[in-house]
């Protein structure tokens, strides 16, 4: 029988989402993590896209083809699409690079399996191993990579250290 034929309209929208899926996990990743860049320098940037990009490595090895219609036709998302990984990533990257590149990995990460959880595709084992894969939707997905460029926020500011304000000295340094 096969795959029900599609109008050509279709197998090009079909295309640019696909094709186009790297670039918007690079896009994602580097925007959740963005409030790093002034207390820990641009390479945070990198520490974030590298990981949202490579993890797509697994959808070759789950079909045992790296043929593109064989990595998007799974029934579900391969197991490391998980946030075990994305925490077990942040924690090697952390003890490797420092707190700073850890949290850019797990946000790269993270953002990552959200955006796949959050369309329509193969489910995506999200809380693998406690849970069965499954979609999220959209909305949760813009949700939890919102609360992820928050969390970035808040890192940035535990990185950069107490704040030299009125409190802590004031500008003469006399204090209060």
């Known amino acids: 029988m096969g795959r029900p034929r599609q109008t050509r309209a279709a197998r090009v929208r079909r295309g640019i989402r696909v094709y186009s ?3 918007q996990h690079a896009c994602i990743a580097a925007a959740v993590v963005a409030p790093l860049v002034p207390t820990s320098g641009r390479r945070v940037l990198l520490t974030a896209v590298v990981p949202a990009l490579v993890i797509d490595v697994d959808h070759a090895v789950a079909a045992r083809s790296v043929r593109v219609r064989d990595t998007t036709s799974l029934a579900t998302r391969p197991r490391s699409h998980s946030l075990v990984t994305a925490v077990g990533t ?11 590149h850890g949290w850019a ?5 993270a953002s990552h399996l959200l955006h796949d959880a959050g ?3 193969a489910p995506t084992p999200l ?3 406690f849970a069965p894969a499954r979609q ?3 909305r949760r997905q813009a949700a939890g990579t ?4 928050l969390l970035s926020i808040v890192v ?3 990185m950069a250290g107490p704040s030299r304000g009125p409190s802590a000295g004031g500008a003469d340094g006399a204090g209060a």
């Open 156 to 158: 940035s500011r535990a």
């Open 136 to 138: 999220v939707g959209r």
């Open 119 to 121: 369309d329509r595709a």
């Open 146 to 149: 919102a609360a992820l460029a």
């Open 127 to 129: 809380l693998w191993p």
């Open 21 to 23: 899926d790297p670039l």
């Open 105 to 109: 990995a797990f946000g790269g990460l």
């Open 90 to 100: 942040g924690v090697a990257v952390a003890a490797a690079a420092g707190p700073a």
